[in-house]
């Protein structure tokens, strides 16, 4: 059964940064487009970024673009989302899954950013 596994989260000042990294089993990962998705406190859970196998395409949402790169090691069935010059509207309970009928949901790395 395929599994995501996030984490990297944590407090942080704004304008500060983070690495979040997801850790994935159970299905060809080298194959897939992938996403990160956010959950911001009472809110649906969003898209943030995707990526396809090789990274030849690669999408941000106007709200972290600039400031968010994702990226993928295939070899390790990993993936990253470095952010940078957070701010608190960043605030949220981080996701990584397949980009299409995403499904078993990890548990997600929280991150919050406040002063």
């Known amino acids: 059964q395929e599994q995501f596994v996030e984490s990297g989260g944590d407090l942080v000042h704004p304008g500060g940064s983070l690495r979040l990294s997801c850790q994935t089993s159970?299905?060809?990962?080298?194959?897939?487009?992938m996403s990160w998705y956010r959950q911001p406190p009472g809110k649906e859970r969003e898209l943030v970024a995707l990526s396809t196998p090789r990274g030849t395409f690669i999408h941000y949402v106007e709200s972290v673009e600039g400031r968010f790169t994702i990226s993928r090691d295939n070899d390790k069935d990993t993936m990253w989302l470095q952010m940078d010059r957070l701010r608190t509207d960043d605030t949220a309970l981080y996701f990584c899954?397949?980009?299409?009928?995403?499904?078993?949901w990890g548990q997600g790395t929280q991150v919050t950013v406040s002063a």
């Open positions: 899954n397949r980009r299409f009928h995403p499904k078993n």
């Open positions: 159970g299905f060809p990962f080298r194959a897939t487009d």
